[in-house]
C-alpha cells in the first residue's frame, strides 16, 4: 500500500530555512510526480510545489517561487522541500501528495499524513 | 489564477438526507476536477477526480458531476462517516487551486 511519511517540521524563526522530508514507500516513486499542499490552521488547503518523475521540471505558486525549492531524490524514494526567508503566513501543516502521472498533470491520489511547521519567535 | 469558489460553505444535514455541494471555476476546467474529503485532524482523502470518478474505497453514494465551470458533489444518503470538509480542485491549469471548502455537518 502507498505510504508518504512527512517528517522535518517543528518551531522556527521568521528569516530562518527548513527543509521537509517525505519517504515514499508501496509504489514506483520514480515514476510518478510529486507535490506538496500546505494548510494553515483553521484554513483551507493550498498547492506549494510540484517536482516531475526524473525531478528536472518544478512548478511553483507566485507566492512561494523564489522561497520554495522542491527536490526529490529517486533512489532513496523521497521527496523533500527546501524553505527559506520563512515568516509567520508560511505556519501550516505540509502534505506530501503523489501525483496521477509523471509531469505533475492529474489529480493528486494519496496524501501523507502532513508536518507541522510553525514559524515564531 | 483559476479561482475555485464552494457553496454553501457549511451545509447542515440530517443523517440519510441528501447533501448538494457546489463548485465553480472562474474559467473552464474542462473535467480536471477532483473532490477530497478531510476528516477532523486527518489529512484529506481522493474522492472524486475526472468530475465523476469515484477513488477507490468510496461507496456509490458519493457522486460527481459537471464540466467546464460548474461541479456538483451529491452524497444522497449521509452516514455518520461522511460529516466532514469536502475541497475541490482543478488540475486543468497551473498554479493547482483548491476551493475554500464546504463543511458537512450534523443537522
Known amino acids: 500500500q502507498v505510504q508518504l511519511v512527512e517528517s522535518g517540521g517543528g518551531v522556527v524563526q521568521p528569516g530562518r530555512s527548513l527543509r521537509l522530508s517525505c519517504a515514499a514507500s508501496?509504489?514506483?516513486?520514480?515514476?510518478?510526480?510529486m507535490h506538496w499542499v500546505r494548510q494553515a490552521p483553521g484554513k483551507g488547503l493550498q498547492w506549494v510545489a510540484t517536482?516531475?518523475?526524473?525531478?528536472?521540471?518544478?512548478y511553483y505558486p507566485d507566492s512561494v517561487k523564489g522561497q520554495f525549492s522542491i527536490s526529490r531524490d529517486n533512489s532513496k524514494n523521497t521527496l523533500s522541500l527546501q524553505m527559506s526567508s520563512l515568516r509567520a503566513e508560511d505556519t501550516a501543516v505540509y502534505y506530501c501528495a503523489k501525483g496521477q502521472y509523471y509531469d505533475g498533470s492529474g489529480h493528486f491520489d494519496y496524501w501523507g499524513q502532513g508536518t507541522l511547521v510553525t514559524v515564531s519567535t | 489564477e483559476i479561482v475555485m469558489t464552494q457553496s454553501p460553505a457549511i451545509l447542515s444535514v440530517s443523517p440519510g438526507e441528501r447533501a448538494t455541494l457546489s463548485c465553480r471555476a472562474s474559467q473552464s476546467v474542462n473535467s480536471y476536477l477532483a473532490w477530497y474529503q478531510q476528516k477532523p485532524g486527518q489529512a484529506p482523502t481522493l474522492l472524486i477526480y475526472?468530475?465523476?470518478t469515484r477513488a477507490t474505497g468510496f461507496p456509490a453514494r458519493f457522486s460527481g458531476s459537471g464540466s467546464g465551470t460548474e461541479f456538483t458533489l451529491t452524497i444522497s444518503s449521509l452516514q455518520s462517516e461522511d460529516f466532514a470538509v469536502y475541497y475541490c480542485?482543478?488540475?486543468?491549469?497551473?498554479?493547482?487551486?483548491f476551493g475554500q471548502g464546504t463543511k458537512v455537518e450534523i443537522k
Open positions: 475526472g468530475a465523476s
Open positions: 517536482i516531475s518523475s526524473d525531478g528536472n521540471k518544478g
Open positions: 508501496g509504489f514506483a516513486f520514480s515514476a510518478y510526480a
Open positions: 480542485q482543478q488540475y486543468n491549469d497551473w498554479p493547482r487551486t
